[in-house]
C-alpha cells in the first residue's frame, strides 16, 4: 500500500504577504514557489500595484521563492526578478516588501524584496508599538525623528532595512509626527527629506504597525511617487 497523504488539517502553517514599494517600476506579478520545487503555473498575486500590499495568505511552514514578472506577461515570460530564500516559520508571519530600481547600474539601489518577520514587543496599555522601513530607492540612509521633537529615534537606518523587530513605543490615539532626516547633509543643506503624520486612526491601543517609507525624494507631493509612507498592521494586531 503507499504512504497516507498528511492530513492537510495536521500541517504546520504560516503566513505571508507581500507589498509594492518600487513607484517607478510599473504593477508586478508575484508568484510564491516553495524551495527547490517548479515554479507556479500563475501568480498568486497578479496585478499588484505601487503602494498596495496583499492580505495574508496562509501557506505551509517553510522556504519560499517569490517571481516577479512585469504585470499581464505569460508565466513562461523571463522574470524580471526573483527573490532569495523566504523563510515562513510555523505559525510566523512575513511581511514581503519590493523595492528599489529594476535598471541600475548602481547596487545600492537595485531592487530587491526584503522579508520581515512579525516579532513586535508587546505593546503597554495606552500605546502602539511602531517599526520603520527605509524603502525609499534614492534614500541611502535616513534618520528618523519620531514626534519631530529633535531627538533621532532611529538614526542612521540604510536603504532597504527595518527598525528593530521589537518597534518604537508611541502614545496610541494621537497623531504622530515622524520626520525623515538626512544623516550627513552637506554645509548649509536643509537635513530634512520629508515630515509625515501617523494618523491616530492607525495607532489604535496595542496596534503593532509597520511605517513603510518609500517613494523618490524631491518630487512634489501630488505626484504619485513623491516621498510617503504606507502603513500596514502586523497579523496579530489585525
Do not use: C, K
Not at 505551509?60 to 530564500?85: K, M
Not at 523566504?86 to 508571519?93: C, F, L, S, T, Y
Not at 534614492?138 to 532597504?160: C, H, K, Q, R, Y
Amino acid at each position: 500500500a503507499g504512504e497516507e497523504e498528511p492530513d492537510p488539517g495536521l500541517l504546520a502553517t504560516g503566513a505571508i504577504r507581500i507589498m509594492h514599494a518600487a513607484p517607478t517600476e510599473g504593477n508586478f506579478d508575484i508568484y510564491l514557489q516553495p524551495e527547490g520545487q517548479a515554479e507556479a503555473p500563475e501568480p498568486l498575486w497578479p496585478g499588484l500595484v505601487y503602494g498596495s500590499a496583499t492580505d495574508f495568505e496562509t501557506i505551509a511552514a517553510g522556504t519560499y521563492i517569490l517571481v516577479v514578472r512585469a504585470a499581464g506577461d505569460p508565466a513562461e515570460a523571463v522574470p524580471v526578478y526573483t527573490s532569495g530564500p523566504i523563510a515562513v516559520p510555523e505559525d510566523g508571519a512575513v511581511t514581503a516588501l519590493a523595492a528599489g530600481l529594476l535598471n541600475t547600474q548602481n547596487d545600492a539601489q537595485r531592487f530587491r524584496i526584503a522579508g520581515l518577520l512579525d516579532d513586535f514587543a508587546a505593546a503597554a496599555a495606552g500605546t502602539a508599538r511602531v517599526r520603520v522601513v527605509a524603502m525609499s530607492q534614492t534614500i541611502l540612509a535616513m534618520n528618523i525623528d519620531l514626534n519631530s521633537d529633535g531627538t533621532v529615534e532611529l538614526p542612521g537606518l540604510p536603504l532597504f532595512s527595518a527598525s528593530d523587530a521589537a518597534g518604537v513605543e508611541v502614545p496610541a490615539g494621537a497623531d504622530v509626527d515622524l520626520s525623515i532626516l538626512n544623516p550627513n547633509p552637506a554645509p548649509g543643506q536643509d537635513p530634512l527629506f520629508g515630515n509625515i503624520v501617523i494618523p491616530a486612526a492607525v495607532l489604535a491601543d496595542g496596534a503593532q504597525m509597520y511605517a513603510v517609507v518609500a517613494g523618490v525624494s524631491g518630487r512634489r507631493p501630488r505626484d504619485p511617487s513623491a516621498l510617503q509612507v504606507h502603513f500596514l498592521q502586523s497579523l496579530a494586531a489585525q
